[in-house]
């Protein structure tokens, strides 16, 4: 079995639901169960990749068939489609507009997937303490040419945290920023621009914004007779703001198919043959939510 990892960019918000929710979020969006960041499920995933590589008509359907399993019980899909694991949350900044805001926990993860698609020399996790003194506050680390803070300033201002900014970790920022540049961007200014907004902060300070930062939109429906509000058609659903980063493992295996005899080697080069795949994922599709890039890993050389 071959395991092939990818990054997702969300282009615009996003709705993975999970049905209703218990609190004053009516349709809260899926979140990890462990960790409570938001995640994008597998099962979102597999359906609406299936249908885009079809309608693409690259490859035989015979095979796309193979890779993505046949209605019925004839034979089962070569691929195994993982959750898509947050690995960096777009958070406002005071400078910068937006930092991209990643933490050793979700580090930690995506070293994990690296390792296990084959990745090798990969950066050590970055230790963050909480910064002592009369007041406490988180540290974090960000490029020397970052513009989330002020020319010599040392603290980034984030929604409503002040980060103290470490520059003795400097190394260990740049092996990461560059890994998520490229796994994330496909050119140079893309790429630059990611790396003087990437910033690494505590895990407390990441799973606070993710309990508090995520957009919450209030939804209604119109009856259309009167032209006015339906009777308790108010309602509030959480999303996955644009530029989220989040990375998974897609598991490949050879072809079940009697047709077609393929290891699991080709069967992942059709899975990644396509480059960069755009989809729609999740729910409220119609009111364009759910815009997301696909992006397989490159492989070592």
């Known amino acids: 079995m071959k395991h092939v990892l990818f990054g997702l960019r969300t282009l615009s918000s996003l709705h993975c639901g999970i049905g209703q929710g218990m609190n004053d979020i ?5 979140r990890h169960p462990v960790s409570g960041h938001p995640l994008v499920p597998g099962s979102s995933l ?20 193979a890779l993505f399993g046949k209605e019925g019980n004839e034979f089962a899909s070569a691929i195994s489609v993982g959750d898509g694991i947050l690995v960096a949350l777009p958070v406002r900044s005071y400078y910068g507009t ?16 690296l390792a296990r698609s084959g990745r090798t020399g990969l950066p050590g ?30 603290r980034i201002l984030l929604e409503e945290l002040d980060l103290v ?21 496909a050119d140079d200014d893309a790429r630059r621009l990611f790396r003087q907004r990437f910033a690494i902060a505590d895990d407390n300070a990441l799973n606070f914004l993710c309990e508090t ?23 509030y659903e959480e999303t996955v703001p644009a530029e989220a980063l989040f990375a998974g493992v897609i598991a490949v295996d050879r072809s079940r198919a009697k047709a077609v005899s393929k290891d ?12 960069d795949v755009h989809l729609q994922v999740g729910g409220k599709a119609t009111t364009g939510k759910g815009f997301v890039t696909l992006r397989f890993a490159q492989e070592e050389a």
């Open 26 to 30: 009516d349709l809260p969006t899926a």
């Open 46 to 65: 597999k359906g609406v990749m299936r249908e885009e590589y079809c309608s693409a008509e690259y490859a035989p359907v015979e095979d796309l068939d």
């Open 98 to 113: 937006h930092a991209y805001l990643a933490s050793p926990y979700t580090l930690l993860t995506l070293k994990n997937m």
């Open 125 to 154: 996790i970055p230790a963050l303490v909480t910064e002592g003194g009369t007041e406490s506050s988180f540290k974090a680390l960000v490029a020397g040419d970052s513009v989330l803070a002020t020319t010599g300033s040392q």
């Open 165 to 185: 900014v470490d520059a003795s970790q400097q190394a260990l920022f740049d092996g990461w920023a560059h890994i998520l540049a490229e796994m994330f961007f």
């Open 213 to 235: 930062g995520l957009p919450v939109d209030a939804r209604i429906a119109i009856d259309q007779k009167t032209g006015t509000v339906k009777n308790g058609a108010l309602w």
């Open 264 to 275: 699991e080697k080709e069967m992942a080069n059709i899975l990644t043959g396509m480059g």
